[in-house]
């Protein structure tokens, strides 16, 4: 990530938004259900509460939260779909809901559960559309699809109809189209969902590359925690329409990674007696007769691995931090309670 | 919004009133052997008739686009009882709606006659067995070709109107309607309808229903072969 | 502003050409099509002839009868294949795609489900329609296809216009608009467009059938085949051009209020 300066592109003040849905009909006597039928009741969700983000020219942001948190939320507010119920939010000098039809063509949206593609033509034809959409120069935005292409690998897919790809393939081609106007944001709806591990390898190259080269601000919603570990050096964690964490990743970790997972193959035992006292200090997942798995302390780990060495004869070990994975489903769980 | 159904159904049947009054006044007090009063029931008629008709074909050919077909083959029960009864449900309110219009217009204009309500009945069943069994061979279709659209389009079209949906068939020639007589199309929606209006006779009653049992014999066991010949070529496309 | 339209052009054609290179992958769906709209001129021509029969004093012979409705029926065809499906895009979340794009979104919505099909199949009709008209009837043609191809244009756009002004109720969800979109347009009319003469009709429920529209086409088509009186055909076409503007003014405004409220659900 390179940030080009300390100018602020996406500033949000005390942003809230609430949806009315239905409530579900409880009602007991024909009468009330019969008016129920032309006149729901409705009740109030709060997506997002007084919700306040800054984020840099050029920055890499990961956005976590559970279902239903707000982040897409904030991005549809962010890319102009909604308008928010109080508050402000300023977007590349623009305000996104208001002005939108300018502010949109210099943004790009990709929604991972959605191709933007036309399904039954090739894809260069769509391309072309795009092309046409953000009133591009022809020429260029030749260029700008022959270099694209030639990025994520899909240059022998350009003549092949959209329908007959395969789900890694389609992204790619969705992302060459999304960035084919050198936008200056691009929001990242869950990019990799569905993805097979080396289209997800492919995607991460990308976007990395793509960030560093053009400095296009990217905020990533997603699931997948590899994706933030690996691209972004700032975290945003949402519940509820409000911010639980917002700074670096490696502050965050550091804060939360108070365990060390280990995974121990062996062959005998040596002293069963304080093998025995030394699983008592692991909280062991997984085990079998001669594995295990689990974690210990941060504090205790050398201690308890040197005389682990001492009372079993390890044949293989494995010792890491705890997968940034369960450190979010841990805070999930506590939010439950 | 089924009271947009309903609305809609009046307002169609109000300019039919207007549009035919219209019609007799520019000639002689009754045009193809009818009355004025009688395309009047005629399309009520003909309106009430038609809500009893599911639109199967869709949800046959959504499913099998979908691949859902396989779902319904395991639990071995057939498909088409099911859809009736789904697209049924919400025809609920339009139905009775347009029942309560039939019968106080049949009571104001004088058709309200018991023996033509019973003959009516038998009929209407008739009616509603030939055209489901009808559409659902066309149904069939789609397992061949994956999309509906155009061909059923022109189906549906010609069945239509040799049903007497668009005029009611005493307008065609002489010849022409003793041709109907021995197709299915008439006892879709015509021939029920002119069984209330009262304007058959024991013969052509008689004739009739042999004609319409023959027809639904024919249509059901072929739908059985074509049924087993199509289970067999579905491979379970889609999904 | 002549970049704008540029621009705005440069879309509506590219749009055109993906729709066609659509109905070309299903070429059989196209054919039978073709098929369909051929059955269904026969059928309206058969009854075209029965009603001149049964009925005296009719006041058309069965050509123009057949001239007159299946006129109608080629301009209500395509004023209906250019009405998208706005309802399931805002239910399926298709329209937030839209949205994201640079481009005036009840535009982009148009454009993006006109129904090339259809059209081309109602111009070959038409095509056909003038054959017929040279060969059986005294018409004056070129008039005819003048203000046929006027009236479609003005309509569609008209027909449009008065669309999407309903539909924007849709985005908050409001029952309104769909509710007034049913009664005044869908099926009552397609119902009997083809099977009796239209100016049969008192003159107020064809004001009522889709708002002006119906009234302006089923006159000014009249006008065309009795007698060629051109100062009522460009008044009547005068006043629907500003109501047309009137409306798709209004249209644009309910859109932009409307957005507003819009939540934006199903992706």
């Not at chain 2, 947009?4 to 169609?12: E, F, P, S």
């Not at chain 3, 302006?216 to 009186?229: E, G, M, P, Q």
């Not at chain 3, 503007?245 to 644009?252: Q, R, S």
Request: charge should be positive.
């Amino acid at each position: 990530m390179i940030v080009i300066s300390n100018s602020n592109i996406i500033k949000t003040e005390n942003l809230t938004k609430v949806f009315e849905k239905n409530k579900p009909c409880l009602h007991k006597s024909i009468i009330k259900k019969f008016i129920y039928y032309f006149k729901p009741d409705k009740e109030e969700v709060v997506a997002l509460h007084n919700f306040n983000i800054t984020i840099e020219k050029g920055e890499f942001v990961g956005l976590v939260g559970q279902n239903g948190a707000g982040k897409t939320t904030l991005v549809k507010i962010l890319s102009g779909i909604l308008t928010p119920n109080s508050g402000i939010a300023k977007s590349n000098g623009f305000i996104p809901y208001i002005q939108r039809e300018e502010y949109v063509s210099n943004i790009g949206v990709i929604f991972g559960s959605r191709s933007i593609l036309e399904y039954n033509i090739p894809v260069i034809d769509s391309l072309r559309l795009y092309a046409i959409i953000y009133n591009l120069n022809k020429d260029e935005s030749e260029k700008r699809i022959e270099y694209l292409s030639n990025l994520l690998e899909i240059k022998d897919l350009l003549h092949t109809s959209v329908r007959k790809l395969s789900l890694g393939q389609k992204m790619r081609c969705n992302l060459v189209a999304s960035f084919l106007h050198h936008p200056k944001i691009v929001f990242l709806d869950e990019p990799t969902i569905g993805l097979d591990a080396l289209a997800k390898e492919k995607v991460r190259t990308f976007l990395k590359e793509i960030n560093e080269k053009e400095h296009v601000t990217l905020i990533l919603t997603t699931h997948d925690m590899d994706d933030i570990e690996e691209l972004c050096e700032r975290l945003i964690l949402i519940n509820k329409g409000e911010k639980l964490y917002d700074g670096s990743l490696n502050e965050f970790k550091k804060e939360h990674v108070k365990k060390k997972y280990i995974s121990v193959t062996y062959s005998k035992v040596k002293d069963n007696k304080l093998f025995d006292k030394t699983k008592n200090e692991i909280n062991i997942k997984e085990s079998s007769k001669t594995y295990f798995e689990g974690e210990i302390d941060l504090n205790n780990s050398s201690r308890i691995i040197e005389t682990l060495f001492n009372c079993i004869d390890i044949t293989d070990l494995d010792v890491r931090e705890t997968p940034l994975e369960d450190i979010i489903k841990d805070i999930y769980c506590e939010l439950k309670r | 919004m089924v009271l947009t159904d309903i609305i809609v159904d009046i307002i169609y049947l109000f300019m039919m009133v207007l549009v035919w009054t219209k019609l007799f006044s520019l000639g002689s007090g009754q045009i193809g052997g009818f009355v004025l009063n009688d395309y009047i029931m005629y399309y009520i008629i003909s309106m009430l008739i038609v809500m009893f008709y599911p639109a199967i074909e869709n949800y046959f050919s959504s499913d099998v686009n979908n691949g859902n077909l396989v779902i319904y083959l395991i639990r071995n029960l057939n498909p088409m009882i099911r859809y009736y009864f789904f697209s049924m449900g919400s025809d609920i309110f339009e139905i009775i709606s347009m029942s309560i219009i039939f019968i106080i217009s049949s009571i104001y204009f004088g058709y309200f006659i018991i023996s033509k309500i019973l003959l009516f009945l038998v009929f209407l069943i008739i009616a509603i067995l030939l055209t489901s069994l009808f559409r659902a061979l066309v149904s069939l279709i789609a397992v061949k070709t994956q999309r509906i659209g155009g061909v059923m389009g022109t189906i549906f079209l010609t069945m239509s109107f040799l049903s007497g949906s668009w005029i009611p068939l005493n307008l065609f020639p002489d010849i022409v309607q003793k041709i109907f007589y021995f197709l299915p199309f008439q006892y879709m929606r015509y021939f029920p309808a002119i069984t209330y209006l009262g304007k058959t006779n024991t013969s052509q009653l008689v004739f009739g229903f042999l004609i319409s049992i023959l027809w639904i014999i024919t249509f059901y066991f072929l739908f059985k072969f074509l049924y087993k010949k199509a289970i067999k070529s579905f491979e379970g496309q889609g999904g | 502003m002549f970049e704008k339209f540029k621009h705005y052009s440069k879309f509506a054609i590219i749009r055109i050409k993906i729709s066609l290179q659509n109905s070309m992958e299903f070429k059989f769906d196209f054919i039978a099509s073709i098929f369909a709209e051929i059955i269904y001129m026969i059928l309206t021509y058969f009854i075209a002839t029965l009603f001149i029969n049964a009925i005296p004093n009719f006041g058309l012979t069965a050509i123009q009868l057949f001239i007159y409705t299946q006129t109608l029926v080629i301009i209500f065809t395509i004023q209906n294949a250019t009405k998208s499906q706005i309802m399931d895009s805002i239910k399926d979340g298709t329209l937030n795609l839209d949205l994201i794009r640079p481009i005036n979104i009840i535009y982009q919505s148009f454009w993006n489900s006109f129904g090339t099909k259809t059209i081309i199949i109602q111009i070959l009709k038409f095509i056909f329609i003038i054959g017929y008209i040279l060969i059986f009837s005294n018409i004056n043609i070129g008039l005819y296809i003048l203000l046929t191809i006027v009236v479609t244009i003005i309509s569609t756009i008209f027909a449009n216009a008065i669309f999407y002004l309903l539909r924007s109720y849709d985005l908050k969800k409001i029952q309104a608009g769909s509710f007034f979109h049913r009664i005044t347009n869908e099926g009552n009319i397609s119902n009997y467009i083809t099977t009796y003469p239209i100016y049969l009709l008192p003159k107020f429920m064809l004001v009522y059938s889709s708002f002006f529209s119906l009234y302006y086409i089923a006159n000014t088509t009249l006008d065309v085949i009795y007698s060629a009186n051109i100062t009522n055909i460009v008044l009547l076409l005068g006043a629907e051009i500003v109501l047309t503007i009137i409306f798709m003014y209004f249209a644009n405004l309910a859109w932009k209020k409307m957005l507003k409220y819009y939540e934006g659900f199903g992706g």
